[in-house]
């Protein structure tokens, strides 16, 4: 009995010994596996850190030379709002789609002796600037040409008087 009990353990350990391998050859599987997967996600992850380093790069270009274009914008309205704002000449800007004025300096609102609000505030044709055949006229011309150079155009002052005037667009 004592050899039947010894071949009896023996085949237990054998068995034993045998699922061991079968775990440690599925562990190494399971490792190898694992290690290929971290290495293709450290390789994914490197090439997608240059891809965002690119951009970055990119994005920072941009933004530097949105920078610029903006502080030329700036600087170029400065000089267009000096030289406007300035002018010993009356200018005022309209739009063209409406008639309005949108815009006038100071030497438009005293030969023409109106506030800015009013100006702004009412079509030209309203307040009586100049008659809508004149605008009619000057639109004609602009449309025609895409600007318009000393077109000759009467307007009206507050107190009626007549001011020939050169328009230019």
Same mark, same amino acid.
């Given at each position: 009995?004592?050899?039947e009990?010894? =071949?009896?353990?023996?085949? $237990?350990?054998?068995?034993?010994?045998? %699922?061991? %391998?079968?775990?440690?050859s599925?562990?190494?599987?399971? !490792?190898?596996?694992? !290690?290929?997967?971290?290495?293709?996600?450290?390789?994914? +992850?490197?090439?997608?850190?240059? $891809?965002?380093?690119?951009i970055? =790069?990119?994005?920072?270009?941009?933004?530097?030379?949105?920078?610029?274009?903006?502080?030329?914008?700036?600087?170029?309205?400065?000089? &267009?709002?000096?030289? #406007?704002d300035?002018?010993?000449?009356?200018?005022?800007?309209?739009?063209? *789609?409406?008639?309005? /004025? +949108?815009?006038?300096?100071?030497?438009?609102? *005293? +030969? &023409?002796?109106?506030?800015?609000?009013? +100006?702004?505030?009412?079509?030209?044709?309203? /307040? @009586?600037? #100049?008659? $809508?055949?004149?605008?009619?006229?000057?639109?004609?011309?602009?449309?025609?040409?895409?600007?318009? %150079? *000393? &077109?000759?155009?009467?307007?009206?002052? *507050?107190? @009626?008087? /007549?001011?020939n005037?050169?328009?230019?667009?």
């Open positions: 009995k004592s050899r009990k010894l =071949e009896s353990k023996i085949g $237990e350990l054998a068995d034993t010994n045998q %699922q061991l %391998q079968n775990e440690i599925e562990r190494k599987r399971a !490792q190898k596996a694992l !290690q290929k997967a971290h290495d293709e996600l450290e390789d994914r +992850i490197t090439k997608r850190m240059a $891809e965002v380093t690119t970055n =790069e990119r994005l920072q270009k941009e933004k530097e030379e949105r920078e610029k274009v903006e502080s030329k914008r700036k600087m170029s309205e400065f000089k &267009f709002r000096s030289l #406007f300035l002018s010993p000449q009356a200018v005022a800007l309209m739009d063209p *789609k409406t008639a309005r /004025i +949108i815009d006038a300096n100071d030497n438009f609102c *005293k +030969i &023409f002796d109106y506030n800015r609000e009013k +100006i702004l505030k009412n079509a030209p044709a309203d /307040i @009586g600037f #100049f008659t $809508e055949e004149d605008r009619q006229r000057f639109m004609q011309e602009l449309r025609a040409s895409n600007e318009v %150079q *000393k &077109f000759e155009m009467d307007f009206k002052a *507050k107190d @009626g008087s /007549i001011l005037t050169l328009m230019f667009s």
